[in-house]
């Protein structure tokens, strides 16, 4: 695919589709040098680094705006990328526009995060401004033009940006599945549950292998560390509370009961073993079901 040379006197080409545009907003790129080809001298130092202005044609600003919208709405957007938010978000837009794709949903930053992530790289890499910076293409000269918007677009090019759409739409469309701990028959050391749910891409972080002795977990008085697995929401409390004990398993005891409740009582703890404590037993379907009595205690402390 060449570009179409044309008359280009006082315009510019648009940075991303490579039409010829009346120039508003310019944007200058730098070139460190021209990719050398085949037959022909490579260029004189002097001549290595050249400028090349472009501009933003009508549908390309329109993009702009479009991507500018979304990051002024959703400030966490420039919180986590920085400066270069909207040119990252902009780039999404512009790759879905070469292939043709409607925009998926970005309703949060969370989702617009995501979309930055899979598509911005695509858009980026297929932008006429790519001909020129960081390099030169052996054959770009400063007054070529394309005839249509994004003609100079390879098709390996649009099909990378289908597959990062791809990618994006079964990232943001994945249900949670039962995810088994790491050893099989084994449950969590703190709570005993033996799966949880979670998305299919987080399965491998699910589970955080530790290590802790049965003592502290409320079994026999041993030195002996063991090697087990905790559950996110027992690894949560292993994390406020900094060590594997009595009190991480009170605080996973409330977090999995769903209560209000910052602390329980002595009657209420009476007993309380971690399930790595209690060798012999199979994985618990549900959290801390080890233990007698937890619906009830959870009844109680509604
Ligand atoms: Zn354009
Ligand atoms: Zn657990």
């Not at 995501?114 to 007054?143: C, H, I, K, N």
């Not at 041993?222 to 004990?245: K, N, W």
Request: charged content about 25%; overall charge neutral; hydrophobic content about 40%.
């Amino acid at each position: 695919m060449s570009a179409r040379i044309m008359d280009a006197t006082d315009t510019l080409a648009c940075l991303w589709c490579g039409v010829d545009a009346t120039p508003g907003r310019i944007e200058r790129f730098i070139s460190l040098g021209r990719r050398p080809a085949p037959g022909r001298p490579r260029l004189a130092a002097d001549q290595r680094s050249e400028g090349y202005d472009m501009t933003w044609c009508p549908s390309c600003w329109e993009r702009r705006q479009e991507a500018l919208a979304l990051v002024s709405a959703h400030p966490a957007v420039s919180r986590v990328l920085g400066d270069v938010a909207l040119h990252r978000v902009e780039s999404g837009l512009n790759a879905l526009e070469l292939i043709g794709a409607r925009r998926p949903r970005m309703k949060s930053a969370r989702e617009i995060l995501r979309f930055v992530d899979f598509m911005s790289q695509a858009g980026m890499d297929a932008r006429w401004a790519a001909r020129y910076a960081p390099f030169t293409l052996a054959d770009a000269q400063e007054d070529d033009r394309n005839e249509t918007r994004w003609e100079h677009v390879t098709e390996r090019q649009r099909q990378a940006a289908r597959d990062a759409l791809a990618a994006l739409l079964a990232r943001a469309t994945e249900r949670p599945m039962p995810t088994p701990c790491p050893v099989e028959t084994a449950g969590c050391a703190m709570c005993g549950v033996g799966s949880v749910y979670a998305p299919p891409s987080q399965a491998e972080h699910v589970w955080t292998p530790v290590t802790f002795t049965a003592s502290a977990l409320g079994g026999r008085r041993s030195p002996e560390r063991q090697s087990g697995h905790l559950c996110p929401t027992c690894q949560l409390a292993h994390e406020e509370v900094g060590s594997i004990g009595p009190t991480a398993m009170e605080r996973s005891l409330i977090l999995h009961l769903g209560v209000r409740r910052k602390s329980l009582t002595a009657t209420e703890l009476v007993g309380l073993k971690g399930w790595a404590a209690m060798p012999g037993i199979g994985p618990n379907e549900h959290p801390w079901h080890h233990i007698e009595d937890v619906e009830q205690l959870r009844e109680s402390l509604a």
